[in-house]
């Protein structure tokens, strides 16, 4: 029972995952509040930990958002406690912008947190971007293929306006046999004495 119901949490923790990768600055990231809440560390710990080894986190592996990303973020989530997390103010809240953590970022924090919950939760957000890049080439191969369909109805199109072309003159063409145009007669016109 006890492993029906861990499989059970990591089922549930996989989808969370997936809800908490964010597109920002064209990377696929999970800002810091995310990842401290799966990692079920505060917050500004995760972050005195990464701030004690940011040799292991260059520019690729983390950056932290500024303030209208980090505005434009909180404005998008819907889960009031994470997005007072995210949103900067003056009283309550965060005081600084979050940092955001690429999927090369994320492994290296197992590095840095070395604790048990923190490896299984690396795991479990590694398949979930690996998932996620699955999908979107899946996309990219569905795009390819709409794009090649409309293509080909383009052609289509172009085809059939230049048979409708074609299918005028001709129709001009037997209109015009049918219907001789009438022209004057040839020869003397004869008048009569009287006039």
């Given amino acids: 029972m006890a492993k029906k119901t861990s499989r059970n949490q990591l ?14 600055r064209g990377h696929k990231v999970m800002v810091d509040a995310d990842l ?12 005195e930990a990464v701030k004690r080894n940011l040799g292991r986190f260059p520019r690729d592996f983390m950056f932290r958002l500024c303030r209208e990303e980090a505005q434009a973020l909180a404005s998008q989530l819907a889960i009031s406690n994470l997005r007072s997390q995210i949103a900067t103010s003056s009283y309550g809240g965060r005081r600084t912008s979050p940092y955001a953590f690429t999927e090369h970022g994320v492994l290296m924090l197992s ?5 048990p919950r923190a490896l299984q939760m690396n795991i479990l957000i590694t398949r979930s971007f690996i998932k996620m890049r699955e999908l979107l080439a899946s996309d990219k191969d ?19 306006r230049q048979h409708a072309s074609i299918l005028v003159s001709v129709v001009q063409d037997i209109k015009k046999l049918k219907d001789p145009p009438t ?7 004869t008048r009569s004495p009287k006039e």
Avoid: H, W
């Fill in 11 to 24: 089922t549930a923790a996989a989808a969370l995952i997936e809800r908490c990768i964010y597109v920002i």
């Fill in 111 to 115: 590095s840095v947190l070395n604790s």
């Fill in 36 to 47: 401290a809440d799966l990692y079920r560390v505060p917050t500004k710990r995760l972050n």
């Fill in 183 to 189: 022209t004057g007669v040839i020869g003397f016109i």
């Fill in 142 to 160: 569905l795009a390819r293929k709409i794009e090649r369909i409309e293509e080909g109805q383009k052609d289509q199109a172009r085809i059939q």
